[in-house]
């Protein structure tokens, strides 16, 4: 029996949210460290492994705390480096780890390197921190990300009378990582919080480090390699640190993050859109082979898959998924396309499914037994709602609905102190959609991913296992396997398992034959009730209701 300590991260399911948004512990109408801190047992009894925090860095805030100024404090309206501590601490106890948000590309234009810059005489390392030009005509064939906001990658400076580079927002220009001593100064932020005690980085935009005339200026061979320095850096701190890249690229672009000495997983944001539109059209084809396809680049577990996250759910230009994948999904959600931001739909997910919890759970059970780790967005257990309207990406980001309470327990501050307002918008209205009422409603989808994660605790072969797809006779009906041996983690020991898993995509009932021979005459267990089924066989049936899935454990 292999006996080997695997890495803590390995199919770790992660909770993201937003500090400002999630609780507010000292009443000042803005979710702090402390609030996170209080709702650990919560989180804790959801049945997540570790949390991943949005910036908590000090920022104007022009971008949700993405444009940061200092990147080894805390924002002083989330608390200081003792309520870091503090919640890390706190974490460990309650089983959890803490993912901070690193923020490699760029700087608040407020950063005193920005502002140093802005002074220092051209060619001195100083002004070179950044990327300046003479003229806008620089790296013509980066694409404009954030295309609702700006029209260019440059932006003129007065004070420094050149122009700067920024890929995101006019206000976060692009540090430059052709400087060795920029390098230098990241690693440095990258050895403060290791030393904090940090178990991971979710590592912002990284495909943008550097730039090449003539390309896209992502995922050049010289980002690579600062990747590389980074994991060997991490390494060297002799901990188990996640590093997790967020590149929002199809699968072939974003493998080479996952070279063995660089990150250790990245999002699959072209399996997000591959989810929804698979519900969008009940169709399971492209879901296969897109799945099939992340496999055959990394094989493993090594693919954070999220539903929704704080952002637009990307879409992109036609570079990430066809455009008819885009497509369909537009097609296939009523309203949907009303709420095209930059490069997709700024919707949470819950009102993008109109309310109707079966797509929701069917798409919680597909991510949370895929290979990979399933990424959860705060709220989304709930299927809380979103404020269109609200200026940016803010419509997916107001506060957690904790009770009845004024505020849905957010905070006790007055309305118009409130960092954004709480949901009351008719069917997701906070005094209904909370964790409080949903928690004594046995069947409440709050407790459904609580039943669902307890199970998946239990079953290895869904954490690390392996993955083999099982020929379906229905065309909205995918099937797969997830098998792992017997191995010991150096605590316990851990069986060898099979689960197999089948999902209906479409919003009518499937019956279909599934080839188990592999298991012919082996015991089917369904694993969220106990119900048994007949023996595998070759032409074994099974009937899902619409958007039906079931977790079948193999037996003996
Ligand atoms: C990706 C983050 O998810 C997004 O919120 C942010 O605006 C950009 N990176 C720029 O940092």
């Given at each position: 029996?292999?006996?080997?300590?695997?890495p803590?991260?390995e199919?770790?399911?992660?909770?993201?949210?937003?500090?400002?948004?999630?609780?507010?512990?000292?009443?000042?109408?803005?979710?702090?460290?402390a609030?996170?801190?209080?709702?650990?047992?919560?989180?804790?009894?959801?049945?997540?492994?570790?949390?991943w925090?949005?910036?908590?860095?000090?920022?104007p805030?022009?971008?949700?705390?993405?444009?940061?100024?200092?990147?080894?404090?805390?924002?002083?309206?989330?608390?200081?480096?003792?309520?870091?501590?503090?919640?890390?601490?706190?974490?460990h106890?309650?089983?959890?780890?803490v993912?901070?948000?690193l923020?490699?590309?760029?700087?608040?234009?407020?950063?005193?390197?920005?502002?140093?810059?802005?002074?220092?005489p051209?060619?001195?390392?100083?002004?070179?921190?950044?990327?300046?030009?003479?003229?806008?005509?620089?790296?013509?064939?980066?694409?404009?990300?954030?295309?609702?906001?700006?029209?260019?990658?440059?932006?003129?400076?007065?004070?420094?009378?050149?122009?700067?580079?920024?890929?995101?927002?006019?206000?976060?220009?692009?540090l430059?990582?052709?400087?060795?001593?920029?390098?230098?100064?990241?690693?440095?932020v990258?050895?403060?919080?290791l030393?904090?005690?940090?178990?991971?980085?979710r590592?912002?935009?990284?495909?943008?480090?550097?730039?090449?005339?003539?390309?896209?200026?992502?995922?050049?061979?010289?980002?690579?390699?600062?990747?590389?320095?980074?994991?060997?850096?991490?390494?060297?701190?002799?901990r188990?640190?996640?590093?997790?890249?967020e590149?929002?690229?199809p699968?072939?672009?974003?493998?080479?993050?996952?070279?063995?000495?660089?990150?250790?997983?990245?999002?699959?944001f072209?399996?997000?859109?591959?989810?929804?539109?698979?519900v969008?059209?009940?169709?399971s084809?492209?879901?296969?082979?897109?799945?099939?396809?992340?496999?055959?680049?990394?094989?493993?577990?090594?693919?954070?898959?999220?539903?929704?996250?704080h952002?637009?759910?990307?879409?992109?230009?036609?570079?990430?998924v066809?455009?008819?994948?885009?497509?369909?999904?537009?097609?296939g959600?009523?309203?949907?396309?009303?709420?095209?931001?930059?490069?997709g739909?700024?919707?949470r997910?819950?009102?993008?499914?109109?309310?109707?919890?079966?797509?929701?759970?069917?798409?919680?059970?597909?991510?949370?037994?895929?290979?990979g780790?399933?990424?959860?967005?705060?709220?989304?257990?709930?299927?809380?709602?979103?404020?269109?309207g609200?200026?940016?990406?803010?419509?997916?980001?107001?506060?957690?609905?904790?009770?009845?309470?004024?505020?849905?327990?957010?905070?006790?501050?007055?309305?118009?102190?409130?960092?954004?307002?709480?949901i009351?918008?008719p069917?997701?209205?906070?005094?209904?959609?909370n964790?409080e009422?949903?928690?004594?409603?046995?069947?409440?989808?709050?407790?459904?991913?609580?039943?669902?994660?307890?199970?998946?605790?239990l079953?290895?072969?869904?954490?690390?296992?392996?993955?083999?797809?099982?020929?379906?006779?229905?065309?909205?009906?995918?099937?797969?396997?997830r098998?792992?041996?017997?191995?010991?983690?150096?605590?316990?020991n851990?069986?060898?398992?099979?689960?197999?898993v089948?999902?209906?995509?479409?919003?009518?009932?499937?019956?279909?034959?599934?080839?188990?021979?592999?298991?012919?005459?082996?015991?089917?267990?369904e694993?969220?009730?106990?119900?048994?089924?007949?023996?595998?066989?070759?032409?074994?049936?099974?009937?899902?209701?619409?958007?039906?899935?079931?977790?079948?454990?193999?037996?003996e």
């Amino acid at each position: 029996m292999p006996n080997v300590k695997p890495p803590w991260w390995e199919g770790c399911v992660i909770y993201q949210l937003m500090p400002r948004s999630f609780h507010d512990a000292d009443g000042n109408g803005i979710g702090d460290l402390a609030g996170i801190t209080q709702k650990l047992p919560y989180l804790e009894w959801l049945g997540v492994d570790a949390i991943w925090l949005t910036p908590i860095y000090p920022s104007p805030l022009r971008d949700g705390g993405y444009d940061i100024t200092d990147f080894t404090s805390v924002h002083p309206d989330l608390g200081d480096l003792r309520d870091v501590r503090l919640l890390l601490e706190q974490a460990h106890i309650h089983g959890m780890r803490v993912i901070l948000d690193l923020v490699l590309n760029h700087t608040s234009v407020l950063h005193p390197w920005f502002q140093r810059a802005l002074w220092a005489p051209k060619g001195t390392s100083e002004r070179d921190f950044y990327v300046w030009r003479d003229d806008d005509q620089g790296y013509a064939d980066a694409p404009v990300l954030f295309r609702h906001f700006e029209a260019s990658n440059w932006e003129w400076n007065e004070v420094a009378g050149q122009f700067y580079l920024h890929r995101f927002l006019r206000h976060q220009p692009d540090l430059n990582y052709a400087n060795p001593a920029v390098q230098e100064e990241m690693l440095k932020v990258v050895d403060f919080w290791l030393d904090m005690g940090a178990d991971g980085f979710r590592l912002d935009a990284v495909p943008f480090l550097f730039e090449a005339e003539g390309s896209r200026c992502e995922g050049l061979p010289e980002t690579h390699a600062f990747l590389r320095r980074l994991r060997a850096r991490v390494e060297s701190s002799g901990r188990d640190v996640l590093l997790l890249a967020e590149a929002i690229q199809p699968v072939d672009e974003s493998a080479p993050y996952l070279a063995n000495d660089e990150l250790h997983a990245a999002f699959d944001f072209g399996l997000t859109a591959h989810l929804f539109a698979a519900v969008a059209n009940g169709r399971s084809d492209a879901l296969r082979d897109c799945l099939t396809h992340a496999q055959e680049m990394v094989p493993g577990c090594r693919w954070a898959l999220p539903l929704r996250n704080h952002d637009e759910l990307w879409l992109g230009d036609g570079h990430l998924v066809p455009d008819e994948v885009v497509e369909t999904i537009l097609n296939g959600f009523p309203g949907a396309r009303e709420h095209w931001l930059n490069w997709g739909i700024n919707r949470r997910l819950a009102p993008l499914l109109n309310g109707d919890a079966r797509p929701n759970t069917l798409l919680h059970a597909l991510i949370y037994s895929l290979p990979g780790l399933p990424c959860l967005y705060y709220g989304d257990e709930l299927g809380m709602g979103d404020w269109p309207g609200l200026r940016d990406r803010d419509p997916n980001r107001t506060p957690m609905a904790w009770s009845r309470a004024p505020n849905g327990g957010f905070s006790s501050a007055p309305d118009p102190l409130l960092v954004l307002p709480p949901i009351t918008s008719p069917g997701f209205d906070y005094r209904v959609v909370n964790v409080e009422v949903q928690q004594q409603l046995s069947g409440s989808l709050l407790n459904w991913h609580h039943r669902m994660l307890t199970s998946r605790r239990l079953l290895p072969a869904l954490r690390y296992g392996d993955m083999v797809m099982i020929e379906s006779g229905h065309p909205s009906v995918l099937c797969y396997a997830r098998s792992c041996q017997e191995r010991s983690d150096g605590e316990e020991n851990l069986p060898a398992m099979t689960v197999i898993v089948a999902a209906n995509l479409s919003g009518t009932g499937a019956s279909t034959r599934l080839d188990l021979s592999p298991w012919q005459g082996h015991r089917m267990r369904e694993t969220l009730w106990g119900c048994e089924f007949a023996p595998a066989s070759p032409e074994w049936f099974a009937y899902l209701h619409a958007y039906g899935f079931f977790w079948w454990l193999v037996g003996e």
